[in-house]
């Protein structure tokens, strides 16, 4: 009896989950969403004398998922994905970009953002030109995960230098909140495609991090600067 006694409660349990579960996948496709696509430069900064690449340039593809909610501000989560070589300094203690030729690793990030996205239609824009044109300011913390692989071409000890120097690289990345930092950019929707818009976009990572550790570390390192191109859909 008691078996039977639980096994109804076990499928009433089920029932009311399914029944909130149906009710939310509902909500959620009843949110309007709109999908930006990115393809950018990223520009890493650093200034470390001689010790790395000064200034390492990837290529930056990202995905933007926003709704609307006000009719000037939007909610944003975005993601960009980089990749570049890197070396761990004995001298600075700390990864550092490197020259394709001085690699041990190739880091992997993807910057992860979520935040407000204040828009600005601009239903006349200057000089006559073919509007509307649409301009967007967004801020928001950014989680920034990194994954370090070893360097292709690599063997024997040079591998096994490369290994332990990968090592070191995960453990400071993902140590002291080195993951988080702070995103401020900007974007201008301006030129239609058919049924899409092309745009101009500018953003800055800060790292946060840099509050509370790394007090010695110069200035800019840490931050990175993206400018590029964005595609999305007419609302």
């Known amino acids: 009896m008691m078996r039977r006694k639980n096994d109804k409660e076990k499928t ?17 496709w009843s949110i309007p ?3 930006t696509v990115s393809g950018a430069l990223l520009a890493i900064l650093e200034d470390n004398g001689l010790a790395s690449d000064p200034m ?29 070589y890197y070396g761990y300094s004995d001298s600075l203690q700390r990864p550092i970009p490197v020259a394709i030729e001085n690699r041990s690793a190739l880091v992997v990030g993807a910057l992860v953002g979520i935040g407000p996205q204040f ?39 040079d591998a096994a230098d490369a290994q332990e120097e990968i090592n070191r690289m995960s453990s400071y990345f993902w140590s002291s909140g080195r993951w988080l ?30 509050i509370w550790t790394d007090y010695n570390q110069p200035f800019v390192e840490g931050w990175k600067v993206a400018f590029g191109f964005l595609i999305r859909k007419n609302p």
Do not use: H, N
């Not at 998922?65 to 975005?78: D, K, R």
């Not at 929707?189 to 976009?201: A, C």
């Open 12 to 28: 009433l349990l089920f029932l009311i989950l399914g029944f909130f579960v149906m009710k939310g996948q509902g909500f959620l």
């Open 33 to 35: 969403l709109e999908w």
């Open 56 to 84: 390492p340039l990837c290529p930056m593809p990202g995905v933007r998922i926003s709704t609307p909610l006000t009719p000037w501000v939007e909610g944003v989560v975005s993601c960009d994905i980089y990749g570049t």
């Open 119 to 157: 828009r600005i239609p601009i239903a006349s824009p200057p000089f006559a030109l073919p509007g509307p044109w649409t301009l967007s300011f967004f801020v928001g913390p950014v989680v920034e995960v990194r994954a370090s692989f070893l360097a292709s071409g690599l063997e024997g000890a």
């Open 181 to 210: 930092s702070f995103s401020l950019g900007g974007s201008l929707f301006f030129l239609p495609l058919g049924s899409y818009q092309l745009g101009l976009s500018l953003t800055s990572w800060l790292p946060l991090y840099r």
